[in-house]
Each structure stands twice: as C-alpha cells, then as structure tokens.
C-alpha cells in the first residue's frame, strides 16, 4: 500500500489533508513537525512526504532536504501559504518534485498527488 507521511504543525490543516486524501486509498501518516517525521521515516518506507512549509523547528524545504539525501525514492511535496517568496531553485535543489499553495483545490490537490505516485 502507497505510504503518504503528511507533515504540519497545524492540526487544523493535518485533519483538513486527511480528509481530503481518505478515499485515495493510501496509508496516510502524520507528524505535528519535522522532528516527528523524521522519526517516523526512520521506522519504515514511505512513498511521498507532504510538508507544511512554515514550522517553528525548521523549514519544510529543510525538512524535505533531508528526506531526499536519506530517502532518494520518496517524493517530497512542499505545501505553502508563502508560495510567492519560495524560489524555484531553491526547490529544485532540494529534492521538491512540486509546492502546492494554500489555499489548495482538493481536486487539485489529489490529482497532483496521484501524478506523482501513479507508475
């Protein structure tokens, strides 16, 4: 089963993606903060990591940075209320396949998703 890890230090926004990714039929995954995910990564495979950008402990794009130097094969999602300051290159750099900003269209959102993680 396709291993989704969402990572947000907003639980309104966690239970918001939950909700829109449940009929996707993958094993969804939470973290309130990079420090979580990390730890979760450690404890098994996860297919794709969507990552809030703005967390107190550090960047989402630090956070993704370093999921790619560790886990090459897991693609790494950037969603943002901060869209226009994000440079491009900074993402390529980063490992980040594509960012999302908030507010996203669910339909959007679980297509772009699915593009990702569809063989």
Not at 13 to 33: H, M, Q, Y
Not at 34 to 39: D, G, K, N, S, V
Not at 97 to 119: C, H, Y
């Amino acid at each position: 089963m396709t291993r989704v890890l969402i990572v947000d230090d907003e639980p309104g926004i966690v239970a918001s993606l939950r909700r829109t990714l449940r009929k996707e039929g993958w094993e969804l995954l939470t973290a309130a903060g990079p420090r979580e995910a990390l730890r979760l990564l450690q404890g098994g495979a996860v297919d794709m990591v969507v990552s809030d950008y703005q967390m107190p402990s550090m960047t989402g794009v630090e956070l993704l940075a370093r999921v790619q130097e560790r886990w090459p094969e897991t693609v790494c999602v950037l969603i943002s209320g901060w869209a226009d300051s994000i440079n491009e290159q900074i993402l390529r750099e980063a490992g980040i396949r594509t960012m999302i900003s908030k507010p996203w269209d669910d339909g959007e959102l679980k297509a772009t998703l699915r593009s990702f993680l569809t063989p």
